[in-house]
């Protein structure tokens, strides 16, 4: 069953011009980017190789370029989770949902995997772009997949906040307005005051940095796949998960 709600919810995406918008925008505004990009970094790239230290055309695009690509499709995902389940309040069939022969984490986990598998096809057209590199140049391919793949995490933590902030209101705007907000306090997390010393106020400066979701994607940007960054992603999403079945049970029992 959770295969079958997915693949209806991924399906319903494409039923509205919404997800057809939304993969049109992001190609013509990432596409720009990305020759923008490649245009500086190859206007200099003479001067460049002649300086000790250069870290090559990989490391030189891709960050900047997946830095960028996150943060736009931070503004993206919400438009995406916000009528996963408020839509179905709104139009007041989610008692319909509920008494579906289906538990509430086959629902949560159905609908989550059917914007993931939106988010996987947003990610493979992304991922077109650097790899178009290989036609010209050789690139690091080790760097390439270890920043795409913490763009996938990422993605993946996006959808998770956007799917609980879904369970909690049943007015889709709301929950994208929502959606937006706390991951853009996600993001930001990281220009909290760095630690100066061992005191309490430092310590929870050091906890805020923690959480941030930027700074356990920007390591995979450069190559370095952490254990810790990945478990902190995982960590994340099945907590939100299990945060919305609970909602969702919560919900039932109520109408039971």
């Known amino acids: 069953m959770i295969f079958t709600i997915a693949w209806r919810e991924f399906r319903s995406l494409f039923l509205s011009p919404l997800a057809w918008a939304i993969l049109a925008v992001l190609q013509v505004i990432l596409g720009g980017l990305f020759i923008y990009i490649l245009s500086v970094v190859y206007e200099s790239q003479d001067k460049a190789i002649l ?13 900047i370029f997946l830095t960028f690509a996150a943060f736009l499709l931070l503004l993206v995902v919400p438009l995406l989770t916000m009528r996963l389940v408020a839509e179905e309040r709104r139009s007041r069939t989610v008692t319909l949902l509920f008494s579906a022969p289906v538990s509430m984490t086959e629902i949560v986990l159905g609908k989550y995997l059917g914007v993931m598998m939106f ?13 178009s590199l290989l036609a010209g140049s050789s690139i690091d391919l080790g760097v390439v997949f270890t920043g795409l793949f913490g763009l996938m ?8 906040v956007g799917l609980l902030i879904s369970t909690l209101t ?35 400066a050091q906890l805020v940095s923690y959480l941030s979701l930027f700074n356990h994607y920007q390591p995979f940007l450069y190559g370095v796949f952490d254990t810790a960054d990945a478990a902190y992603h995982l960590l994340l999403i099945v907590t939100l998960l299990a945060l919305s079945v609970r ?10």
């Open 51 to 63: 300086m000790e230290g250069w870290p090559g055309i990989t490391l030189s695009v891709l960050p």
């Open 119 to 131: 988010l996987l096809l947003v990610l493979a057209l992304v991922a077109l772009m650097p790899l």
């Open 153 to 160: 995490l990422t993605l993946a933590s996006f959808a998770a």
């Open 170 to 204: 049943q007015h889709p705007t709301v929950a994208a307005i929502a959606s937006f907000g706390a991951l853009l306090c996600f993001w930001l997390l990281d220009i909290s005051p760095q630690p100066q010393g061992t005191g309490l106020v430092d310590y929870l």
């Open 247 to 256: 909602r969702l049970d919560a919900d039932r029992m109520s109408i039971a």
